[in-house]
């Protein structure tokens, strides 16, 4: 997770997911320095206490840490990305033409709407502009093509993003 910023702003020029101007390629880096942050949040939820231990072993822990990853960390971190493609004027985040950060957020939107789909739920009316970015990116005819593959990996409990009822709320 730690390198993925850094590999995507070497690539993101190459593959052409992130505009020539200097000034652009640094702010979509800072973007998805931030979703990486976010990232680590969502993860720190079901393992607050450390990576190497099992959720069983620090569920406590993590159940005291749900609520305010939700309530707190969650709508914050959203509520900061909702703002960010507002001000893009466009339909990605970075304004005209999709870049690295979009797919990055796509991934993060469906991790959650897996992980915590009661709560993601409650912050529907909240981030229409992340959800249309997440069903934009979506509908692309070759990510579409990907999800409906068997290629794809589904979510489950081996991943970042992980399904724990009781972590719903």
Do not use: C
Not at 5 to 25: D, I, M, T, W
Not at 48 to 63: C, D, M, N
Not at 104 to 118: H, K, N, T
Request: hydrophobic residues 40%.
């Amino acid at each position: 997770m730690s390198h993925t910023a850094n590999v995507l702003q070497f690539l993101g020029s190459r593959l052409g997911l992130v505009p020539k101007a200097e000034s652009q390629r640094l702010w979509a880096h800072g973007l998805q320095l931030t979703l990486t942050d976010f990232v680590l949040e969502a993860h720190d939820v079901h393992h607050p206490i450390a990576k190497i231990l099992y959720y069983e072993e620090q569920k406590t822990e993590s159940l005291r840490r749900a609520p305010h990853f939700r309530a707190e960390r969650m709508t914050k971190f959203l509520g900061y990305f909702e703002t960010v493609l507002t001000r893009s004027g466009g339909r990605w985040m970075l304004g005209k033409s999709l870049s690295y950060v979009d797919l990055s957020m796509y991934q993060v939107i469906a991790g959650l709407d897996y992980a915590l789909p009661r709560a993601m739920a409650g912050l529907q009316t909240k981030i229409p502009r992340l959800r249309a970015l997440h069903d934009a990116v979506s509908a692309r005819p070759r990510i579409a093509k990907y999800l409906a593959s068997e290629k794809r990996l589904a979510f489950s409990t081996h991943d970042v993003f992980r399904h724990y009822p009781e972590l719903d709320g």
